[in-house]
């Protein structure tokens, strides 16, 4: 069974770093897009940017190309996403999403990580 | 990037009604890849429609989508209880990059 399993909620400050993860099992986690998905309080899904485990091949949106950093550790399934700086703004739901190499959609969505910012 | 706005916003309809949804892109769609997902409160977004009228395994027939080049619709024929929710278009033509829609709140009037 494909499963994409996130870390658990996180409270932190404005101004510090953090790093949330999303493990892939049930699958050859090295053969396939993991992409992360942003969700705001109440509104809509944001494409944030996209890794390939096998060769670690990172794309980004150009909204947030330089404000999140994706990487990958495929030696235990596990895709990264990272903030060296966080704002009040980044509090948000945050999805990992599984996409077959090519033009497929997310068959495959993690279960979310909570991330609230606030002083 | 491909920008695409979902209408209406919301819509308030009751069960047994027909729920048309749209999703209009700003360029065309390449090779109509074109998805939908349903998202409850609580949960991640799942899979309706993909290929902009292929419906994903297990997803009832009372949901269908159409359309082609700029312009997409999604329709449940007979809304059921458990239909009311966020509906969020994506295009994936550009992939590995991607764009999703602003959604559409199916609401119980």
């Known amino acids: 069974e494909v499963q994409l399993v996130q870390s658990g909620a996180e409270v932190k400050k404005p101004g510090e770093s953090l790093k949330i993860s999303c493990k892939g099992s049930g699958y050859g986690f090295i053969n396939y897009w993991i992409a992360w998905v942003r969700q705001m309080p109440g509104k809509g899904l944001e494409f944030l940017g996209v890794?390939?485990?096998?060769?670690?091949?990172?794309r980004y949106s150009p909204s947030f190309q330089g404000q999140v950093t994706i990487s990958v550790d495929k030696s235990i399934n596990t895709a990264y996403l990272q903030w060296s700086s966080l704002k009040a703004s980044d509090s948000a739901m945050y999805y990992c999403?599984?996409?077959?190499?090519?033009?497929?959609?997310?068959?495959?969505w993690g279960q979310g990580t909570l991330v609230t910012v606030s002083s | 990037e491909i920008v695409l706005t979902q209408s209406p916003g919301t819509l308030s309809l009751s069960p047994g009604e027909r729920a048309t949804l749209f999703c209009r892109a700003s360029q065309r769609v390449s090779t109509n890849f074109l998805a939908w997902y349903q998202q409850k409160p609580g949960q991640p977004p799942r899979l309706l429609i993909d290929g902009a009228s292929s419906r994903a395994t297990g997803i009832p027939d009372r949901f269908s989508g159409s359309g082609s080049g700029t312009d997409f619709t999604l329709t449940i024929s007979r809304l059921e209880p458990e239909d009311f929710g966020m509906y969020f278009c994506q295009q994936y033509g550009t992939s590995p990059l991607t764009t999703f829609g602003g959604g559409t709140k199916v609401e119980v009037k």
């Open positions: 890794i390939y485990p096998g060769d670690s091949d990172t």
């Open positions: 999403a599984r996409q077959t190499s090519g033009y497929f959609p997310y068959h495959y």
